[in-house]
Nanobody, 127 residues
Framework: QVQLVESGGGLVQAGGSLRLVCAAS????????MAWFRQAPGKEREFVAA???????????AYADSVKGRFTISRDGAKNTVYLQMNSLKPEDAAVYYC?????????????????WGQGTQVTVSS
């Protein structure tokens, strides 16, 4: 029903910033929560941040402890777009970042709760 496309990844030096963009197309009426996950080589896909898609949705924003204070998730409902502003990037932040959507009205931190996924965008951080 909804197709997600990530962009904004690239190569950045440690301490630098990037802004990831997730554009949603199609019918988004059943989408209640959007999230960013990431997966580094040899590691499982892990939760990064989540935000309610609709204004009426509850739960608020949520962040993984590893990115709290450095990353900010935001949305633009009119543009069907979710952003992830990443500041003070560290080499351990390097991963493929995925945008995901779920029909859950509550913030979800587990991968199994997200039914729709984008193709991912690569973030590389050099030391």
């Amino acid at each position: 029903q909804v197709q997600l496309v990530e962009s904004g990844g690239g190569l950045v030096q440690a301490g630098g910033s990037l802004r990831l963009v997730c554009a949603a197309s199609g019918r988004t009426a059943s989408t209640y929560t959007m999230a960013w996950f990431r997966q580094a080589p040899g590691k499982e896909r892990e939760f990064v941040a989540a935000i309610p898609w609709s204004a009426w949705s509850g739960g608020g924003t949520a962040y993984a402890d590893s990115v709290k204070g450095r990353f900010t998730i935001s949305r633009d409902g009119a543009k069907n777009t979710v952003y992830l502003q990443m500041n003070s990037l560290k080499p351990e932040d390097a991963a493929v970042y995925y945008c995901a959507a779920t029909s859950s009205i509550l913030i979800a931190r587990t991968k199994d709760q997200y039914a729709l996924w984008g193709q991912g965008t690569q973030v590389t951080v050099s030391s």
